[in-house]
């Protein structure tokens, strides 16, 4: 290479890197700020809510509207009947639970039938939404409010629109059926419902990590951190995740995602739509985006709200390879929803969620990993051909890996502050380590893994990849009752 090439290369590379480092730099101080915005709303919330006693009257009124939860399974043989437990001893006055078996190939739907003590059953709905043929339906000879729908495979999004066909009431509740919510879970996720019916469209709830959690009879008994640091950083990733983004959103009316492990919709909005779209693989995300893009086009006062109080408990992956997966179906997700509703970006008549939210997602959750990523290659590249010197490798470090430990941190530290969920002295210690150790190595890592997603994305890929469960505990005997129908 000649000498001005060289040069004229040189100082491509040095404005491109830098250019790299300022954008990293301007979204870490973005979403410090969302961080903090998230820490006060916490605190205002915690310092203004009465849960024993509002959750007590709230149980014992009949003016709570009824929920549906709708709970997609498919091959969840591990956690399947744990889940069930927990969802049909949830507190709350009236509320019926629908688990959708997605055509699965293990033994899912006959442990339901012999653990619930199912029974066919002549149940009518209406298919008001379009969905794969149902073989089944199945109620319980027991007095609980169980129904089991055992349908062709179809897809996550394609079992809810199921689900939501057969609902009967006027709320429905998306669960994971790998999942576990705490008793008065549903009630704190109904309280917006009960206070503003009118305008509130959606409603979303914390979702934690239960790995390393002791758990009976659909119940987390005590809360601890998971063994594997893999999962470690995943919890400081939920923690960062819901305290930065989703409260702050939700404070502004501009929260674009519920997550799809623990969402409470209206059925009447939601069908209003068309229900949950079966061509993406996220399905959550493009529902409660098609959701503003409709109640902004009809000029509609309305809410979608996260309520910081309801917690649901997953299991999240602990070996890399599924871990790939998920991320990698994420990051899908995201950008398909992105491109579905890119003509939201920057209108003024879609307010704050096309001003910023939107905007906010496309530049930085949808082309983020792929900016950050170029920008360890040439840093990489550049110091080792000696391109530019170790000050603008130290710089773009700053940039990243120390903004990001003092996020993680932080957000660790603030949440703590504001829930108390991890008490201990150790689980904190161990949750600040995971926050700096997960810049170094951790989240590069994620980071190649959801650029990797939009090259896939072109590529046509479509599939969700398989998920393993490990199971929650030992089964425990199934309740007799709980709620009524």
């Given at each position: 290479?000649?000498l001005?090439?060289r ?32 820490f006060?709303?916490?605190v205002?919330h ?6 024993a ?8 009124s009949a ?9 997609p399974?498919?091959n ?27 055509g699965s190939?293990d033994?899912?739907?006959r442990?339901?039938i ?6 066919r059953?002549?149940r ?8 794969k ?9 027991d ?6 729908v ?22 429905v ?16 996720v ?5 206070e503003?019916?009118k305008?509130?469209l ?9 790995n ?11 809360v ?13 990733e939920?923690?960062r ?38 061509s993406?693989?996220?399905e959550?995300?493009?529902l ?12 509609k ?5 996260f ?9 999240v ?6 871990l ?12 398909e ?15 704050i ?8 997602f496309?530049l930085?959750?949808?082309l ?10 040439l ?5 080792c051909?000696r391109?530019f010197d170790w000050q ?9 890996v120390?903004?990001?430990m003092?996020?993680?941190v932080?957000?660790?530290?603030l949440?703590?502050?504001s ?12 949750l ?31 599939h ?22």
């Amino acid at each position: 290479m000649n000498l001005p090439l060289r040069h004229w290369f040189l100082d491509v590379l040095v404005v491109y890197e830098y250019w790299v480092i300022f954008y990293l730099f301007v979204l870490s101080t973005i979403y410090f700020i969302l961080v903090l915005v998230g820490f006060f709303e916490m605190v205002r919330h915690r310092f203004t809510r009465r849960d024993a006693e509002e959750n007590s009257v709230l149980e014992a009124s009949a003016l709570v509207p009824p929920v549906s939860v709708l709970a997609p399974a498919y091959n969840e043989e591990a956690t399947i009947r744990e889940s069930v437990r927990a969802l049909l001893m949830l507190s709350y006055p009236q509320f019926e639970v629908i688990v959708i078996n997605d055509g699965s190939k293990d033994a899912t739907l006959r442990l339901l039938i012999e653990e619930f003590h199912l029974y066919r059953s002549a149940r009518y709905y209406e298919s008001t939404l379009p969905a794969k043929p149902v073989r089944a339906v199945y109620e319980s000879m027991d007095p609980i409010p169980l129904i089991v729908v055992d349908k062709r495979n179809g897809g996550k999004a394609d079992a809810l629109n199921v689900g939501i066909n057969v609902a009967r009431y006027p709320l429905v509740c998306a669960v994971d059926s790998d999942s576990l919510l705490e008793s008065d879970a549903l009630l704190r996720v109904a309280r917006p419902f009960l206070e503003d019916p009118k305008r509130v469209l959606a409603v979303g709830g914390i979702v934690r990590v239960a790995n390393g959690c002791a758990t009976a009879a659909g119940r987390v008994l005590s809360v601890d951190l998971p063994r594997s640091w893999i999962a470690r950083f995943q919890v400081v990733e939920y923690l960062r995740s819901f305290l930065g983004g989703r409260v702050a959103f939700s404070a502004f009316n501009c929260l674009l995602v519920v997550s799809g492990a623990f969402g409470l919709f209206s059925k009447s909005a939601v069908l209003a739509v068309g229900g949950y779209r079966t061509s993406t693989v996220g399905e959550d995300m493009e529902l409660i985006v098609r959701l503003h893009h409709w109640a902004r086009l009809r000029r509609k006062d309305y809410r979608i709200v996260f309520q910081p109080d309801p917690v649901c408990w997953t299991q999240v992956p602990e070996s890399l390879k599924i871990l790939k997966r998920q991320r990698n179906r994420w990051q899908r997700g995201t950008l398909e929803t992105l491109w579905l509703h890119r003509s939201m970006i920057l209108r003024p008549s879609f307010g704050i969620l096309g001003l910023f939210a939107f905007p906010y997602f496309a530049l930085f959750e949808g082309l983020g990993p792929a900016v950050e990523l170029t920008g360890y290659l040439l840093t990489i590249a550049g110091f080792c051909l000696r391109l530019f010197d170790w000050q603008v490798a130290l710089t773009f470090f700053l940039a990243t890996v120390l903004y990001g430990m003092i996020l993680s941190v932080g957000s660790v530290v603030l949440e703590e502050l504001s829930t108390s969920r991890y008490p201990h002295v150790r689980n904190l210690l161990l949750l600040v380590a995971a926050g700096i150790l997960e810049n170094l190595g951790f989240r590069q890592l994620l980071t190649l893994w959801r650029a990797q997603a939009f090259w896939d994305l072109l590529r046509g890929k479509k599939h969700w990849g398989v998920m393993e469960r490990q199971g929650f505990g030992q089964p425990v005997p199934a309740p007799k009752a709980a709620g009524r129908v």
